[in-house]
């Protein structure tokens, strides 16, 4: 069992010839008398492994039947512990639960913790809802002139390195953002581009000039028509490009 190498194997068994009583009977029987070859080492290497393994299987099948009133309790002890609570002084672990970024209260959500990222400043070169993160674009603190992308899941981060922005780049401050009106927008959008079945695909906010902001809501079917609606950041409707496709 100790042997590391097909050497070792070969000298564990190299003494094992066949006795001499057994080897005159061979010849007396046989009709011409056939040389002994030396067993190759890696021949016998596999031989022995094929020896352990054979072993260990009848090992396992014959213990088989003791074993398996033991399966209960083995399952049970590879089952998790019950989280246990946290001792007494020690803050409770904080639990950020997902949002949906295409409703109201996600929209409401977002805004808050883009505010607490950025101590209150909500102004945004450009931002973009799904249905599963937000993508915003904004200038680094105290540098106007690079920008910084970010994917909020639950939680910001970086998308790619800053790149230069035009010092005059327009912005748009979230805090104006109505958001319950665009809520009505979300809630009714899908019929005024006539597709009552359809559902938001994406939000996509923006200056429009370097004073107004500008939303588009884009509703998408199971058919693949879309159509949008866009509005001020005051909900005030600006246009409705009905569906199309």
Same mark, same amino acid.
């Given at each position: 069992?100790?042997?590391?190498?097909?050497?070792?194997?070969?000298? =564990?068994?190299?003494?094992?010839?066949?006795? @001499?009583?057994?080897?005159?009977?061979?010849?007396?029987?046989?009709? @011409?008398?056939?040389?002994?070859?030396?067993?190759?080492?890696?021949?016998? /290497?596999?031989?022995?492994?094929?020896?352990?393994?054979?072993?260990?299987?009848?090992?396992? #099948?014959?213990?088989?039947?003791?074993?398996?009133?033991?399966?209960?309790?083995?399952?049970?002890?590879?089952?998790?512990?019950?989280?246990?609570?946290?001792?007494?002084?020690?803050?409770?672990?904080?639990?950020?639960?997902?949002?949906?970024?295409?409703? #109201?209260?996600?929209?409401?959500?977002?805004?808050?913790?883009?505010? *607490?990222?950025?101590?209150?400043?909500?102004?945004?070169?450009?931002?973009?809802?799904?249905?599963? $993160?937000?993508?915003?674009?904004?200038?680094?603190?105290?540098?106007?002139?690079?920008?910084?992308?970010?994917?909020?899941?639950?939680?910001? &981060?970086?998308?790619?390195?800053?790149?230069?922005?035009? =010092?005059? #780049?327009?912005?748009?401050? +979230?805090?104006?953002?109505?958001?319950?009106? +665009?809520?009505? *927008?979300?809630?009714?959008? /899908?019929?005024?581009?006539?597709?009552?079945?359809?559902?938001?695909? $994406?939000?996509?906010?923006?200056?429009?000039?370097?004073?107004?902001?500008?939303? #588009?809501?884009?509703?998408?079917?199971?058919?693949?028509?879309?159509?949008?609606?866009?509005?001020?950041?005051?909900? &005030?409707? *600006?246009? *409705?490009?009905?569906?199309?496709?």
């Amino acid at each position: 069992m100790k042997a590391k190498t097909l050497g070792g194997l070969d000298a =564990l068994v190299s003494d094992l010839q066949i006795p @001499e009583h057994l080897v005159e009977a061979t010849r007396a029987t046989a009709p @011409e008398p056939v040389p002994r070859q030396r067993v190759p080492g890696r021949v016998v /290497a596999a031989l022995v492994a094929a020896v352990l393994a054979v072993g260990g299987t009848l090992l396992f #099948t014959t213990r088989g039947d003791d074993a398996a009133p033991e399966t209960t309790d083995v399952a049970a002890a590879q089952q998790a512990p019950a989280p246990a609570p946290s001792p007494a002084g020690e803050p409770q672990p904080i639990v950020i639960e997902p949002i949906d970024p295409l409703t #109201t209260d996600g929209v409401r959500e977002f805004v808050r913790q883009l505010g *607490v990222k950025f101590e209150g400043d909500l102004r945004v070169d450009q931002v973009t809802f799904y249905s599963s $993160y937000v993508f915003v674009t904004r200038m680094l603190e105290d540098q106007p002139h690079r920008e910084q992308d970010w994917s909020f899941r639950a939680g910001f &981060s970086t998308s790619r390195d800053p790149e230069s922005r035009p =010092l005059d #780049t327009a912005t748009v401050d +979230l805090a104006a953002l109505d958001v319950d009106r +665009l809520g009505d *927008v979300i809630a009714t959008g /899908a019929n005024r581009v006539g597709m009552p079945s359809g559902s938001v695909e $994406y939000i996509f906010v923006r200056p429009d000039s370097p004073t107004e902001g500008l939303v #588009t809501v884009l509703f998408k079917d199971d058919a693949d028509r879309s159509g949008s609606v866009n509005t001020r950041l005051d909900g &005030s409707v *600006v246009d *409705v490009s009905p569906a199309e496709g």
